[in-house]
């Protein structure tokens, strides 16, 4: 055994850490969260940590640099306290999409990222649903990529029969073709051409969608760019109904004027952020608890048992 278990909850979504804690029958150790007035971040843990096995519960979404400074500040005031593990539980990864040099004079910020944790005290990470799952590589120590498959599969059951997995883009097709076939659905795949980051225009489809119920997969949503033309060349195709699912509600810019506009008459996502209860009032978005998953997943790694029973 590693301690006692401890969980630390970062200002980024506490509502998460609170119900990872509930599932665990734990309750999330004190810590000091304050900003100094020229904007740096001041952190104290007001626990005693010597020796304990400490989850850090911090996904590094928008503001997406002031929750990693504080992820990092907090890692590093827990290796000073002596704590005997420290596990980053970052359930959203910022800056994954830069995973590779696109440019001759580009960083990888996912590599300085990794970095950035690892000096700062980080030993060993959980996370949902990477980008790119190369990045584990970019680390030097334990990284458990946990899939949100099993809650959104668990939802999408109970839908119509005549369903079709819809990838938005080529890039997406393991993973629509996985969701396919664990509900025993069809598969189709958007064929999109991206003009400029963030700019998406989707153009034909690839598979039967006429009269079928499709849901448009992805890892997450953040212009909503792709899965709204996504949705439009579906309709075009003769599709009874599309219905947006992803796990990631980065919902940033336009995001919630798209998705309102868009032919959807559901998006279902998670809580791996927290979503604004302004942009639930878009009323087609239904959002979904990972908290049971991570705190399985929590659980697992505390007593060394094995994490992958929560693979499907």
Do not use: W
């Amino acid at each position: 055994m590693n301690g006692e278990l401890k969980i630390i909850s970062g200002s980024a979504n506490p509502a998460l850490s609170e119900a990872i804690c509930d599932h665990l029958g734990s309750r999330l150790t004190p810590c000091l969260r304050e900003m100094f007035s020229d904007g740096e971040i001041r952190i104290e843990i007001q626990d005693n940590v010597r020796g304990c096995d400490v989850f850090v519960v911090q996904p590094t979404c928008n503001p997406v640099n002031f929750n990693f400074m504080e992820l990092c500040l907090m890692l590093d005031a827990l290796k000073r306290a002596s704590a005997r593990r420290i596990t980053a539980v970052i359930p959203y990864y910022g800056y994954a999409r830069q995973d590779r040099k696109v440019s001759p004079r580009a960083p990888i910020s996912a590599k300085l990222v990794a970095d950035f944790l690892t000096v700062a005290g980080m030993q060993r990470m959980i996370t949902i649903d990477l980008h790119a799952g190369q990045i584990q590589g970019f680390f030097n120590l334990p990284v458990d990529n946990i899939y949100a498959a099993p809650i959104l599969l668990e939802e999408l059951r109970h839908r119509k029969d005549d369903m079709v997995m819809v990838s938005p883009d080529a890039g997406g097709t393991e993973r629509a073709r996985a969701y396919a076939k664990r509900l025993g659905a069809g598969l189709a795949i958007v064929d999109k051409r991206r003009d400029a980051p963030n700019q998406a225009q989707a153009m034909n489809v690839i598979g039967e969608v006429s009269g079928k119920t499709c849901v448009v997969m992805d890892d997450m949503i953040d212009t909503a760019g792709t899965i709204c033309q996504a949705a439009k060349v579906l309709m075009e195709h003769g599709a009874k109904e599309v219905i947006a699912c992803a796990t990631h509600p980065v919902l940033s810019g336009p995001a919630i004027d798209r998705l309102c506009a868009a032919p959807f008459s559901e998006v279902i996502v998670t809580n791996t952020l927290p979503v604004p209860e302004e942009k639930l009032k878009c009323g087609k978005i239904k959002v979904l608890s990972v908290a049971g998953l991570l705190a399985k997943c929590i659980h697992n790694v505390h007593t060394e048992s094995s994490v992958s029973v929560l693979f499907v």
